[in-house]
C-alpha cells in the first residue's frame, strides 16, 4: 500500500506564509508527478501546482509568483511555499501523486491522494 501524509496547514493571517509538506510512504518504486490541490467549501477541488519528477512545475494563475512547488525524490515529498496568502486561498489542500509500483514482475502507475490539510487565511 501506499500513504501519502500532508502537514503544515494552519491558521494564518492575509499576507502571511505556509509550508505545506506531503510524504509519501510504502511501496513506492518512484513517483512520476506530484502535485497540490485545494478544495474550498461549496467548490470544486481545483489543482494548486504540479511538479514532474524532473522538476518542471505547473500553476494555476490564481497562485503565480506567490506559491512555490518542490520536492525531494529521495524522500519521496513534496512541498508547497505559500507566500503572500489572501482569504480566498483558504481551502483544505491535498496532495497527489502518480506513483509506480512493482506489479507481477513489472511496473504500473497508480494515483493516491492525501487525507488533505486545512489552510485558513484570516483577513
Known amino acids: 500500500q501506499v500513504q501519502l501524509v500532508e502537514s503544515g496547514g494552519g491558521l494564518v493571517q492575509a499576507g502571511g506564509s505556509l509550508r505545506l509538506s506531503c510524504v509519501g510512504s510504502?511501496?513506492?518504486?518512484?513517483?512520476?508527478?506530484m502535485g497540490w490541490y485545494r478544495q474550498a467549501p461549496g467548490k470544486q477541488r481545483e489543482l494548486v501546482a504540479v511538479?514532474?519528477?524532473?522538476?518542471?512545475?505547473n500553476y494555476a494563475d490564481s497562485v503565480k509568483g506567490r506559491f512555490t512547488i518542490s520536492r525531494d525524490n529521495a524522500k519521496n515529498t513534496a512541498y508547497l511555499q505559500m507566500n503572500s496568502l489572501k482569504p480566498e486561498d483558504t481551502a483544505v489542500y491535498y496532495c497527489?501523486?502518480?506513483?509506480?509500483?512493482?506489479?507481477?514482475?513489472?511496473?504500473?502507475?497508480?494515483?493516491?491522494w492525501g487525507s488533505g490539510t486545512q489552510v485558513t487565511v484570516s483577513s
Open positions: 497527489n501523486a502518480h506513483v509506480q509500483r512493482r506489479v507481477f514482475g513489472g511496473l504500473a502507475e497508480y494515483g493516491y
Open positions: 510504502g511501496s513506492i518504486v518512484s513517483i512520476n508527478d
Open positions: 511538479i514532474t519528477s524532473g522538476g518542471s512545475t
